[in-house]
């Protein structure tokens, strides 16, 4: 009888090999209390595909570089996961992280998608989740406002960078470099578009 997959990881590469094996690595030394599957979408690449010899670990190639979110879909139609995390090839997982994403969505059953903080090489707060788009968001981001300025209050609503983050908190919305759903979500939600 094969295992329940709790967990389907879809990562999607476009020429990040050098990052893409440590990613895989992190993966394998970080997630341990509960199966899991990784399915990787190589979005038409120049560099060759790399090989990995790991179980549960599935590569679809495609031959034409088809976009961030169509080359999640193709991963999320083929997971078998209660939970589905998408990852970028250039992260690397921290011990206990996917653990307490799962764990979130399990306690709280009325959240349908979680982000992890995210944090920069030298271990510094990146920002991970954003407001609605509005036109002042849109305007102050595309200007470069809130960079320049990130510490006033309304600048720093766009990224939440009021706070640390260490405590769960609603958000608009949460970037797609490490965003943990429920698989179920898709049939409501049809996918990212």
């Known amino acids: 009888m094969k295992p329940v997959v709790t967990l389907s990881i879809i990562i999607v590469n476009y020429n ?6 440590k ?9 341990n209390r509960f199966y899991f599957e990784i399915i990787l979408v190589d979005n038409h690449s120049s560099e060759p595909p790399l090989r990995f010899n790991k ?4 590569t679809i ?5 088809i976009g961030f979110a169509a080359a999640n879909n193709q991963g999320i139609k083929t997971a078998k996961g209660r939970y589905v995390l998408l ?5 690397v997982l921290l011990a206990e992280a996917v653990h307490r994403m799962v764990q979130f969505l399990e306690k709280n059953k ?10 920069n090489p030298d271990l510094t707060l990146q920002p991970s989740c954003k407001n609605f788009p509005s036109l002042m968001n849109i305007f102050l981001e595309n200007s470069g406002l ?3 300025l990130p510490f006033r ?10 706070g640390n983050f260490k405590e769960p908190r609603a958000v608009d919305s949460v970037l797609g470099a490490c965003l943990m759903f429920r698989r179920a979500i898709i049939r409501t939600t049809g996918g990212l578009d």
């Open 87 to 91: 990852l970028n090839p250039d992260t």
């Open 55 to 58: 179980k549960n670990l599935s």
């Open 16 to 21: 990040s090999n050098a990052f893409l094996k």
């Open 153 to 162: 209050r309304v600048i720093g609503k766009i990224y939440y960078r009021m």
């Open 61 to 65: 190639v495609n031959r034409q570089n």
């Open 146 to 148: 809130y960079a320049i």
């Open 23 to 31: 990613c895989v690595e992190s993966i394998y030394r970080s997630v």
């Open 110 to 119: 009325k959240a349908g998608i979680v982000g992890s903080r995210i944090l």
